[in-house]
């Protein structure tokens, strides 16, 4: 496997992986069919999704970065700590899933993913309740969905990396709103206390608030609150404060390869507190790249750090950083946090295609 286009890893509908290479040189010489080379299955290209855990893979050992000493583990009772008390989805129900989403009125869990209906949303059980967001090129379909907020008037918003776009269903899948060509790679999205919907633009290195008619599909204002990010991603809100908290991961040369900052801002985009993972490592003995941010319901900001497999807790912004692992177990890669009203905390986890509730456990 590599990166390149033809020597990518993935993912068959049978759940073998090959690279597409291998696949059509063993297409059937008459009709061309496609099949997987293990098990026979007929598959078609349109079918196949990249394997995340494989590509991980491939750029550990392609790095020539020496790999730091393990996160040291915390004991499951300590205070603070969260165990994982139960899990949801898997592969086949989810296919390498980016974004995570709590609706505010029902408590469903929301996921994008890159299956054959891009939006999926699961029950209190975890079950799947119901499923959109076909996979297409029409305006309505969602090409490469980034990530997934839920408004308090229950509106589904999905990023739209595949042409640009936000896009906005009503709870049960129907099309309210795109809102194409004012993006260059929308990414993260999270919704207000005020029921906006705050993007990150990661090309363009800005952060955007966005004022919707909900119910009537109508966009009223844009604003542009923050310029001069360097590759924002992911973005969180906390209910308690205002703050904004933005995940931005610099590209420019002179950057260290997985180096990620954490900036929050006040709710008037006064920047509060930031720190970097060179400053984070000051403070923790392994290298530590963060790949989402949220909020607890105390104000507190909470990271998830695909190097060590963890969630760490970074104090409030005033005090930054009062680094302390809440979970350093049973995670994979973590892409995407948020609270329950109950305080239980949702990972989602792409390379185990799952989402997991932790919570605390006093034994």
Known sequence: FGHRQQRRPRNLPCGHVVCLACVAALAHPRTLALECPFCRRACRGCDTSDCLPVLHLLELLGSTLRPGPAAPRAAPCAPGALTCHRAFG???TLVNPTGLALCPKTGRVVVVHDGRRRVKIFDSGGGCAHQFGEKGE??????????????????????????????????FGQIKLVIAGQFSLPWGVETTPQNGVVVTDAEAGSLHLLEVDFPEGVLQRTERLQVHLCSPRGVAVSWLTGAIAVLEHPL???????????KVFSPTMQLISQVDSFGLSLFFPSRITASAVTFDHQGNVIVADTSGQAVLCLGKPEEFPVLKPIITHGLSHPVALTFTKENALLVLDSAAHSIKVYKADWG
Do not use: E
Request: with cysteine; hydrophobic share 40%; aromatic share 8%.
């Open 138 to 171: 029409a305006a309505q379909d969602v090409r490469y969905p980034l990530d997934v907020t839920v408004t308090n008037d229950c509106h589904v918003v999905v990023t739209d990396a595949g042409d640009r776009s936000i896009k906005v269903f009503d709870f």
């Open 90 to 92: 898997g592969w086949g």
């Open 252 to 262: 420019g040369l002179g950057s260290a390869v997985g180096s990620t900052t954490v």
